[in-house]
């Protein structure tokens, strides 16, 4: 497996064609800088009435929970620290996005 993450491309030893995405990131990536390129702008498209949603794919072990949930050693851990995932950081902007139009409106917020 070959990863070029300036040219979001993965190539697969013995396959001629290499598979191109929006985005990959490699094994060591901070948590943060996935969330930054994938998920940020969802909050504020959330508090504007849009749809938002978060998928992952890939092998079994290969990090999905990881990267959703990141490291679930206790409560605060979802709350605070670097190895939070995707979805406690999403809805971290969230919440604040909707708190800073607090008045303006009424929102409804639906997790599943």
């Known amino acids: 497996l070959s990863?070029?993450?300036?040219?979001?491309?993965?190539?697969?030893?013995?396959?001629?064609?290499?598979?191109?995405f929006d985005g990959v990131f490699g094994h060591d990536v901070a948590q943060e800088e996935v969330f930054e390129q994938t998920c940020q702008r969802m909050g504020a498209a959330c508090a504007s009435g849009r749809s938002g949603s978060v998928f992952t794919y890939g092998q079994a072990g290969a990090g999905k929970t990881y990267t959703i949930f990141g490291s679930m050693d206790s409560v605060e851990s979802l709350k605070e620290g670097e190895h939070r995932g995707v979805a406690p950081r999403a809805l971290e902007c969230t919440f604040a996005d909707l708190n800073a139009h607090h008045g303006v409106g009424r929102f409804s917020c639906r997790c599943s």
Do not use: C
């Open 3 to 20: 990863l070029d993450e300036a040219e979001s491309m993965v190539s697969l030893q013995g396959v001629p064609e290499a598979f191109v």
